[in-house]
């Protein structure tokens, strides 16, 4: 019989530790915010590195965010991805148009 209580006892602080430890589901009316990781991505691969790695990092914590409950801090998490994505795909292609321009301001002084 204590054998018994004791795995009784076992089981319910098991199941108090599970309950306390899993995400609680507070945002089931608040909708997910997009994490914007496809945009960083291009970001990353097409226009400027440094900032589209910023952004994938901020986009990559928007899920966990949002799973742990906290969703104040996943849709800032979202933005800043947005707003660093869109730094880098300005930074990018401003610098491929510098280039570009000298590029052909060269070549042009050269041939005459």
């Known amino acids: ?35 914007n990781m496809v945009m960083a991505i291009l970001c990353t691969v097409c226009c400027c590195l440094p900032f589209g790695i910023y952004a994938i990092i901020k986009a990559s914590k928007v899920n966990g965010f949002y799973m ?7 849709v800032n998490s979202a933005n800043e991805a947005k707003k ?17 321009a000298v590029y052909f ?5 050269a041939i005459d």
């Open 1 to 35: 019989m204590p054998r018994r209580n004791l795995l009784i006892h076992s089981l319910d602080l098991m199941e108090q530790i599970n309950q306390t430890t899993q995400p609680q589901d507070n945002n089931s009316q608040m909708p997910k915010p997009n994490n």
């Open 68 to 74: 742990a409950g906290m969703y104040n801090e996943a």
């Open 84 to 100: 660093w994505s869109t730094i880098g795909i300005i930074t990018g292609l401003v610098i491929q148009v510098v280039y570009m």
């Open 105 to 109: 301001f060269v070549l042009d002084a």
